[in-house]
Every structure is written in C-alpha cells, then in structure tokens.
C-alpha cells in the first residue's frame, strides 16, 4: 500500500502543479485554480505518514525531498484558510 500512496501522491502533486502553470499561461480560471489548490491538499493528506518509511536509510533521500515539496506546497495553501478561520473566531 506504501507504494502506491506515494505514486497516487507524486502524480497529484505534478497534476497539480501542471494545473497551477496552465493556470499562469493560458489566463485565470477559477474551476483550474480550486482544482490545483485541492490536488495540493489531496496530495499531501494521501501521503503516508513519516513513521510508516525507514528514516534512517540514506538509499531513499529522494522520497524525504518528494515529501518535503509536497508538504510546504500544502501548507503554503492552508496557512492564509486557517489564518482566516482563526480570525472568525
């Protein structure tokens, strides 16, 4: 299961992002800025937990720098909605 949450995870992500540049290029659309906002969201909540990978093994690097991407792209997104929603309160 690791396996394939980390490639349904990746290819949201590079969707998402690819979203993000047609988004950039092309003109604003809300239907493609709402679909990437939530593909980086989704991406970061179908990612398997840190304690579920070997953290000490130097072999697989590269998934600890997948992660870190997909993580800050995530909360990059979610900080201004939980700084609205703490500001209603």
Do not use: Q
Request: hydrophobic share 55%; proline share 3%.
């Amino acid at each position: 299961m690791y396996p394939f949450r980390v490639f349904f995870s990746t290819t949201l992500f590079i969707t998402s992002f690819f979203l993000l540049m047609l988004l950039l290029i092309n003109g604003f659309s809300w239907l493609v800025l709402i679909v990437s906002l939530l593909g980086f969201i989704a991406a970061r909540y179908i990612w398997p937990k840190r304690s579920r990978h070997i953290n000490h093994c130097d072999r697989y690097w590269w998934i600890d720098m997948l992660e870190l991407s997909i993580e800050i792209s995530a909360e990059i997104i979610m900080l201004p909605m939980r700084a609205i929603g703490k500001l209603m309160d």
